[in-house]
């Protein structure tokens, strides 16, 4: 009874760092949007705000097992949380100061610290109880993270996206008095939630110090890295998961501008379904509310998608081949891109925001097809997989160049070709019989 309440109470521990990374992840796009002008930045130039966070997952995952291996996984986990307080308090000088390059490094101690959690969260999950429960702890546990995906646009809108940003010819005519107030309250739009977010995570790194966890069983593998090169199957996976992470990146990072580029603020402040899902998120008029505020709440619908359709796609993937599931939801993503480039308005910006619940159960399924049947490189085809999540660094700004050259709708066909190779390694894999966890 003491190791199952022991076990129920870290396990209630672990499932609070899913969804901090999930929401975290997603809470950066809304700074995008909001950097670009601040800064005056191109797409391209925004995009790189993608390439210093997810950059880390490239450069840290195989030293984070590295790490893990010599200090344990209940340090490691102090460890990476203690990370993100460090890259949440850079928001501070980084707002205060206007320099971008602190921005930059900001995102990238904040993900280091992310990458850290997820290399040692992963396994504490699935030692906490039976192994027969493992993969619903799993599930329960990545829903939590779809679930922080879900909720940070809406608070992304509220706190960091609703007031307008002024441009730099229009600071430079305001007297004194005037432009320290307004840089003070542009500094406080960035600095209150992420200094808010630096206590919790602190307050979650002391909790952990005193928590009583399991000791983990280290996994012993006489493979190697080289070895997992040769794996035909293995690499086509890493680049499934390269392309799919890049590709869902992408849209949710730009989605903001997406839908004023097509002047959508107007289509929805005269939709009066629109216009109350608005208000009611942003919990006021949208009268005095930024034209990124009022678009941005959208954006809770494309991250939300992804839980749902985690719940549905999971019961499809026990009655079909997940790789023919695979398969089918990136077509049917394709189909959804396609339909929001042909289209303006309201068909427009739904259809592209129904791509995240296509979206939701791609990541865990070419996971598993890809380590499907290789045996003892599973721990190397982790790391190697993990470290592909640096589509999300590179896809975004290669979006952005393309956005800067032949506009949004047309850059959508690159992100089209991303999901096609999706399709063909779902199509090629349709046979192998692997229950997603």
């Not at 997810?54 to 010599?70: D, E, M, R, V």
């Not at 939801?329 to 289209?343: C, E, H, K, N, P």
Request: aromatic content about 14%.
């Amino acid at each position: 009874m003491s190791n199952q309440k022991s076990y129920r109470s870290a396990f209630i521990l672990l499932t609070i760092l899913f969804f901090l990374w999930g929401f975290i992840t997603v809470l950066v796009d809304s700074l995008i949007p909001r950097l670009r002008e601040l800064f005056t930045l191109t797409y391209f130039q925004a995009g790189l705000v993608q390439f210093a966070f997810f950059g880390a997952y490239f450069l840290l995952s195989i030293p984070a097992s590295y790490i893990l291996s010599k200090i344990g996984y209940k340090k490691g986990i102090i460890l990476g949380l203690l990370t993100m307080a460090l890259g949440c308090l850079l928001f501070y000088p980084a707002a205060s100061y206007r320099v971008f390059g602190i921005f930059m490094l900001a995102y990238f101690i904040l993900a280091g610290g992310i990458t850290i959690l997820q290399v040692a969260a992963n396994p504490f999950v699935a030692v906490l109880g039976s192994e027969d429960g493992a993969s619903s702890r799993l599930n329960l546990s990545q829903a939590f993270n779809s679930l922080g995906t879900a909720i940070a646009p809406a608070i992304g809108a509220l706190f960091i996206l609703s007031d307008v940003i002024k441009t730099k010819d229009e600071i430079a005519v305001l007297d004194s008095s005037a432009k320290e107030a307004y840089l003070s309250a542009e500094a406080a739009a960035v600095q209150t939630p992420f200094l808010g977010l630096a206590l919790f995570i602190g307050l979650i790194a002391v909790i952990f110090l005193f928590a009583k966890l399991p000791t983990m069983i280290s996994e012993t593998s006489t493979g190697t890295y080289k070895e997992a090169l040769k794996n035909k199957k293995l690499m086509q996976g890493v680049l499934g998961i390269f392309f799919y992470v890049g590709a869902e990146v992408a849209i949710g990072s730009y989605l903001v501008n997406y839908f004023l580029d097509m002047n959508l603020v107007s289509v929805i402040k005269e939709s009066s379904l629109m216009r109350s899902i608005a208000e009611t998120i942003l919990n006021s008029g949208l009268a005095d509310k930024d034209g990124k505020a009022v678009v941005g709440v959208f954006v809770t619908f494309y991250w939300s998608g992804a839980m749902i359709g985690r719940f549905v796609g999971a019961y499809l993937t026990k009655i079909m081949q997940p790789g023919k599931v695979l398969a089918i939801f990136a077509i049917i993503s394709i189909s959804l891109i396609v339909l929001s480039i042909s289209t303006v308005g309201l068909v427009s910006m739904w259809s592209i925001l129904a791509v995240g619940l296509f979206n939701s159960i791609m990541f865990p399924t070419i996971f598993t097809l890809a380590i499907d049947g290789i045996g003892h490189l599973k721990p190397k085809a982790s790391g190697m997989l993990c470290t592909a999540i640096v589509g999300g660094a590179i896809i975004p700004p290669v979006f952005g160049f393309l956005t800067d050259h032949i506009a949004f709708k047309n850059a959508m066909i690159f992100i089209i070709l991303c999901y096609a190779y999706i399709v063909w390694f779902g199509y090629k894999n349709g046979k192998a019989k692997v229950v997603v966890v």
